[in-house]
């Protein structure tokens, strides 16, 4: 495996639970990237995509993502803080209410719960919204979906790659791999010290870098970063805490049960630059102060590499004999990343599949 991210590390228990020996490489310490920078945010359906496999795989995820949950409690001990919290969705303008309307639809059609609230309501879920939120209330532009959850990244990667290594797995940090070299017996991997690892299999799972040991499409990478910057906040005793996650638009806030709230985030082209900009930050604080939430307490902001694809659907399954690659799931890989282990495996192990995995292919 390449890429100890919470997508390869998820690969990597999969498939051990299942009776492969795997190794797993990471060049610096595991789950550090993006998938440390997240939010943890579990939406009961597909939040970004109209796409019908990704909501397919979203269908696939819900149960898995407490599945998992429950597995890493009984197996390491850890809590990875999953928690169905619940979420607030407003729509601050028409093109936005227009997409979340879709997406209620399509959530509603497989049986997810979306209320639309009044300001009664409102005033219940969230005593301290602003004005302007009781505005979009009152036009019908303010929904609760009480399904939603959330987990606390990097909890879930601490918790993962201990149960990786309960299964017998290897778990090795600051080992870059540079090459992939396959014939038709074997793979080997070369790594930056110059060692050379031998496997029957890889698994492309480096995220944001994946296209490193991929061809290009028409040109352009397979994989590119896009940066999200994301606020931690804290809440003072004068602040009820939060009990849901709440978006507006294209942003969000996911309260902790230990009174911190994370908010986010911005989704920007700014290739492998990691740094948190006042324009970012700034954007975010505005969003921050416009729900009412002014009197929260900025503690740190950081940034994180989110995995894109051109036509924004991830890369899960072979890429040629020996090669698989799961990687490209942008603002969703924490909520897809066990379905994906599944669909890897079961393409590896030639198992019948749950779903149509075509549109995830290399070669769509
Ligand atoms: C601000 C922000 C908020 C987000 N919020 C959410 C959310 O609420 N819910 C959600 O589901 N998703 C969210 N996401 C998206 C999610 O975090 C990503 O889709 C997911 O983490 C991608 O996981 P990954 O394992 O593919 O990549 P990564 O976590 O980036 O892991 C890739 C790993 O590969 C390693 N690596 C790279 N090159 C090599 C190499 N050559 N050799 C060895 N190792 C290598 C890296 O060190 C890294 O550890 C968010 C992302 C960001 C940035």
Partial sequence: MIGAGVVGLSVAEELLSHGLTVTVFDRQRAGREASWAGAGILPPGSRYSSHPAIEELAALSDPLNERLSQRLREFTGLDDGFWRCGALYFAGDDRQHREL??????WRGRGIAVNVIDQADLADLAPYASDELERF???GRAHYVPS????????????LTALCQAWGGRVIEHSEVVEIAESPEQVTLRLADGDRFVAGRV??????????????????DWVRPVRGQMLLLSRPESI???????????HYLAPRTDGRVLAGATVEEAAFDKSTTA???????????????????????WAGLRPATADELPLIGPASERTYVAAGHFRA?????????MLIREQMLGQPPTMDVSPFRIDR
């Fill in 240 to 250: 009820e805490p939060l009990g849901m996650n709440l978006h507006v638009g294209p």
């Fill in 137 to 139: 209330a009152a036009e």
């Fill in 333 to 341: 890989g924490l909520q897809f990343a066990s379905a994906t282990a």
């Fill in 203 to 220: 698994v492309i799972a480096n995220g944001a870098w994946a296209s490193r040991f991929l061809p290009q499409r028409d040109g352009i």
């Fill in 101 to 106: 309307a879709a997406m209620y639809d399509r």
């Fill in 148 to 159: 939603e959850s959330q987990a606390r990244n990097p909890r879930r990667l601490r918790a």
């Fill in 279 to 301: 324009a970012g930050c700034g954007r975010l604080l505005h969003f921050v102060n416009q729900t009412g939430l002014g009197g929260l307490r900025l503690e740190q902001a």
